[in-house]
């Protein structure tokens, strides 16, 4: 959030926050949501059978609205299967599922890297009892099995999973991105889709105009911009109960959230003025975008989606490594009616035409890094 702006409010409601106080210090200490945090520290120390290790990397995955949509049930300590929870769809803005599919990729790819790093092979047999349709179901996403494998080399972009952050502050506009630098990212996807990226020129402003446009659109969408609201967690209590949807943490945000100034209510009405630093902030995030990458499959099956999200993960630890920020932008590759014009206007920019879909757009650049996501604990996400 922009701390400036949020000043600016709580200034013209007449409340005062005494940021220097004395105690601030101990307030901004307990206000960290720890038990939430704890899976980014117990990541592969936890658990000493192969499929539990894996797995414990694997949900802090990259995932739409951080719904985790992924339920595991284990078969033995080296296969299980992985099926999606249909309570953590985003019917609104992914009426079909598509990002959803994408994060269940992204997991997929994070236990395949986690799992070769403790000297294992992942065996991954997509939809083992059918590719769903247009809706997912609850057949399995994906059968896994790891088998233990000497001569396996560990690939090196896992050691980087723990660092990887979705940054969605503005970015430095004084630091460039190279040419060089964005080969290297898009390098490491693979084949089975094409990835491409932009950091100067026409194409960038042209990117960072549309991905504002939509961002404000959907922001303006009441349907659309609701289910985001709805999955807001404000303040560390919210967020330790439910440690998924869209933390709003911290103890400048929490302040505000006490003031009165920061709640559900007001982030939907578009009179507050927390709704107005809402659009700004989609600003200061589109417009300062140095660069950009998409991936981009040739169809729009499961399976497709599926690569897609393995894919992105790949390029999002590549970026991490390079000591860059990332943040998708998927707005206007949405399928939902205020989001055509966009649809329509990225597919022409970014593909060949056809049926090549753009899955992931993701904005570049350099930023104040931040601290990671909250998470469920492996062990509320295992079923049977
Ligand atoms: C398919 C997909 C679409 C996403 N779209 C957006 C987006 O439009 N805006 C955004 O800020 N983050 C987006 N994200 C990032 C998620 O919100 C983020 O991964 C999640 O909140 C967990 O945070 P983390 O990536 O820092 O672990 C997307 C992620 C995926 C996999």
């Given at each position: 959030m922009n701390r400036r702006k949020f000043l600016k409010i709580v200034g013209s409601s007449g409340v005062i926050v005494a940021a220097s106080s004395a105690g601030i210090g101990a307030f901004v200490f307990t206000r960290t949501p720890k038990s939430a945090l704890l899976p980014w520290e117990q990541a592969g120390s936890?658990?000493?059978?192969p499929m539990r290790k894996a797995l414990s990397y694997a949900i802090l995955a990259p995932n739409p609205h951080n719904r985790q949509p992924w339920v595991v049930d284990l078969i033995s300590s080296n296969e299980a299967v992985l099926t999606c929870d249909l309570q953590r769809l985003l019917p609104d803005t992914d009426p079909f599922s598509r990002q959803i599919t994408i994060g269940l990729g992204c997991f997929l790819e994070l236990f395949a890297l986690a799992a070769s790093h403790n000297g294992h092979r992942s065996q991954i047999t997509l939809f083992p009892k059918g590719e769903p349709g247009e809706q997912l179901n609850d057949k399995p996403i994906a059968h896994l099995k790891l088998i233990k494998d000497s001569q396996l080399k560990p690939d090196p972009?896992?050691?980087?999973a723990l660092n990887r952050r979705t940054n969605r502050n503005p970015y430095d506009m004084g630091r460039s991105i190279t040419q060089n630098q964005l080969s290297e990212i898009i390098r490491v996807a693979g084949s089975n889709v094409s990835a491409g990226g932009v950091v100067q020129g026409k194409q960038l402003q042209d990117l960072r105009d549309l991905t504002r446009d939509a961002l404000r659109d959907e922001i303006l969408d009441p349907q659309a911009f609701r289910e985001s609201v709805d999955l807001m967690r404000i303040g560390r209590a919210e967020i330790e109960a439910?440690?998924?949807?869209?933390s709003l943490g911290g103890a400048f945000l929490e302040t505000l959230s006490l003031v009165g100034v920061l709640n559900r209510k007001e982030l939907a009405d578009p009179s507050s003025s927390a709704f107005q630093v809402g659009l700004d902030m989609v600003d200061d995030q589109a417009l300062t975008s140095m660069g950009f990458v998409w991936i981009n499959t040739q169809g729009n099956g499961r399976r497709d989606q599926i690569a897609a999200g393995r894919n992105y993960l790949r390029v999002a630890l590549r970026v991490t490594s390079l000591g860059l920020a990332m943040q998708p932008m998927s707005q206007a590759l949405q399928e939902y009616a205020a989001m055509q014009i966009y649809y329509k206007k990225i597919h022409s920019m970014l593909t060949g035409g056809g049926e090549e879909r753009v899955q992931m757009l993701a904005r570049l650049g350099y930023a104040e890094t931040i601290s990671p996501s909250p998470r469920w604990a492996l062990i509320t996400r295992i079923g049977a």
């Open positions: 936890q658990y000493s059978d972009l896992f050691v980087h439910n440690p998924d949807g869209i």
